[in-house]
């Protein structure tokens, strides 16, 4: 199918009550994992990209695989940029075709937070392109953060600053930060699920939840009840797939092995993660 932008696809999840993945994929065969078993699941998905992964000129190789898979596939899929911190790079991803992109200023006082965002947002709006701002800070965007410093009360979304938020930058789609943290836990999160339904009742806008991984079911369930549309994974592929790997890596007598037949297992193990989500969102039988 041709890409979709988020928007419309969040649209859905809003109303029908399901939420839509994000997996953050780094190279041919994340992609082509995602995308082929979101097809086969029949369910919306979104193929995310990092910085890390697109520079040194990556991003002119990454693009056209993304869309390829996305274009073989038979349901919506959207190609997202995750957590650009410059306009530069957002202009980067829509000039050569990203049909969603992420502003990620959050760290940043309020006042900056909303000029840059709606900086992107102005720009993006004329070219159809999905913007996502953050407001509160979910950790620092990178796999390893786990619990640490950059977590706390004081990072929350305050719920009193959504609806200017919302105003002023004109953006699609808002993070949220209501106790998830970006990385592997060092202990279960609690999550805010009050603060949520405030943010909620003023928002106006898809709510996503960035932290989705090692989040517990539970948790994660009555979060996406209460109005999260979009939940973002990486941490939980990565784990899966490097965990099979060392696995696979110890029953070798020697190092000289082919990278397709060794990435087979690691492979399969993050497809089930894959799966897994795609079906606890509820998102599955919804494209």
């Not at 041709?2 to 419309?8: F, I, S, T």
């Not at 190279?27 to 919306?44: F, G, H, K, Q």
């Not at 004109?170 to 949220?176: H, S």
């Not at 087979?264 to 919804?286: C, L, T, Y």
Request: some cysteine; overall charge negative.
């Amino acid at each position: 199918m041709a890409l979709v932008n988020m928007k419309e696809m969040l649209a859905d999840a809003s109303k029908r009550g399901y939420a839509v993945g994000m997996f953050d994929v780094s190279d041919l065969e994340m992609i082509r994992a995602v995308a082929e078993e979101a097809d086969s699941l029949r369910a919306p998905v979104i193929l995310g990209a990092l910085s890390p992964d697109l520079e040194g000129g990556r991003l002119e190789y990454w693009f056209p695989l993304a869309k390829l898979a996305a274009e073989k596939a038979g349901v919506p899929v959207c190609i997202h940029l995750d957590h650009a911190n410059t306009l530069e790079q957002v202009k980067q991803a829509a000039d050569i075709g990203f049909s969603s992109v992420m502003l990620d200023a959050s760290a940043s006082p309020f006042e900056d937070n909303v000029r840059r965002s709606k900086e992107v947002a102005d720009a993006m709006r004329s070219r159809g392109i999905t913007v996502e701002a953050e407001l509160g800070h979910v950790g620092n965007g990178w796999v390893g953060s786990g619990e640490g410093s950059e977590s706390g009360p004081d990072m929350l979304t305050e719920p009193e600053k959504v609806a200017e938020f919302v105003e002023r930058t004109g953006v699609d789609a808002l993070a949220v930060s209501i106790g998830t943290a970006h990385g592997v836990y060092i202990k279960a999160p609690k999550l805010d699920i009050e603060r949520l339904d405030r943010i909620r009742k003023i928002s106006g806008i898809p709510l996503v939840l960035h932290g989705g991984s090692g989040t517990p079911e539970d948790q994660l369930a009555t979060a996406i009840a209460h109005g999260i549309c979009k939940v973002n994974i990486f941490s939980e592929l990565l784990t899966a797939w490097n965990r099979t790997l060392l696995a696979e890596l110890q029953k070798q007598p020697h190092m000289a092995v082919w990278p397709a037949v060794l990435r087979k297992k690691p492979d399969a193990a993050m497809r089930e993660v894959i799966r897994q989500k795609i079906r606890f969102f509820g998102s599955a039988g919804k494209a």
